[in-house]
């Protein structure tokens, strides 16, 4: 098994594969979005890939795609029911042990260990990033408060699996990352 971690360095071989992947993967949450109705978009890294390349970024591992919050929340609730049943549909309210605030497409019978969540007791395939969008505020001090009240939720709902159950003997992660690692790499 590899464990990917910011270190590691793909072959040109393993990102098409994993590239042919996520494209089947975002044509699943596209499939899904048409037949619901739903808005979606895609986001960061995968925008300015599809900006400048045409594709995906040629060194990335995955994709993000955003949702607004309505939409999300229906995805949600009604992708379950009409989702392939090569795919499994990964958040809070569908698997108890994640330890992702948002959702993440994942295709069955894949691996895609992350170094930090490699050990948490939870589906580990090769996924696609589904993050809801709200109302963002226009007065630049709220926009700034927003920001920095829900990178403090995501570090408090990350250190659910990997801190906590750190110290409960739960985890097994060598070293959890530190919040200002995350923001250097953009995750």
């Known amino acids: 098994m590899v464990i990917m971690n910011r270190d590691y360095k793909y072959t040109e071989e393993e990102l098409s594969r994993l590239h042919d992947v996520?494209?089947?993967?975002?044509?699943?949450?596209?499939?899904?979005?048409?037949?619901?109705?739903?808005?979606?978009?895609?986001i960061g890294g995968t925008?300015?890939?599809?900006?400048?390349?045409?594709?995906?970024?040629?060194?990335?591992?995955?994709?993000?795609?955003?949702m607004p919050r309505s939409d999300y929340e229906r995805f949600l609730r009604e992708a379950p029911a009409i989702i392939g049943s090569k795919y499994f549909l990964q958040s809070?309210?569908?698997e108890e042990h994640t330890p992702f605030w948002f959702a993440k497409l994942r295709k069955n019978g894949t691996l895609f260990a992350e170094h930090d969540f490699r050990y948490i007791e939870?589906?580990?395939?090769?996924?696609?990033d589904i993050f809801p969008f709200d109302k963002i505020p226009r007065q630049a001090w709220l926009e700034r408060l927003q920001y920095e009240a829900l990178g403090f939720f995501n570090a408090c709902f990350i250190g659910k699996e990997l801190w906590q159950w750190r110290h409960c003997g739960r985890c097994q992660v060598d070293?959890?990352?530190?919040?200002?690692?995350?923001?250097?790499?953009?995750?």
């Not at 996520?22 to 895609?42: H, Q, S």
């Not at 400048?52 to 795609?65: A, C, F, G, H, R």
């Not at 939870?122 to 696609?128: E, L, R, S, W, Y």
């Not at 070293?175 to 953009?186: A, C, L």
């Open 47 to 66: 925008a300015i890939g599809a900006y400048y390349w045409q594709s995906i970024l040629p060194w990335d591992d995955d994709i993000d795609i955003g």
């Open 122 to 128: 939870m589906h580990q395939g090769i996924f696609v």
């Open 22 to 42: 996520l494209y089947e993967i975002t044509a699943e949450v596209k499939r899904v979005c048409d037949e619901l109705g739903l808005r979606y978009f895609i």
């Open 92 to 94: 809070p309210l569908h």
């Open 175 to 187: 070293v959890p990352r530190q919040r200002s690692e995350e923001r250097r790499v953009g995750k």
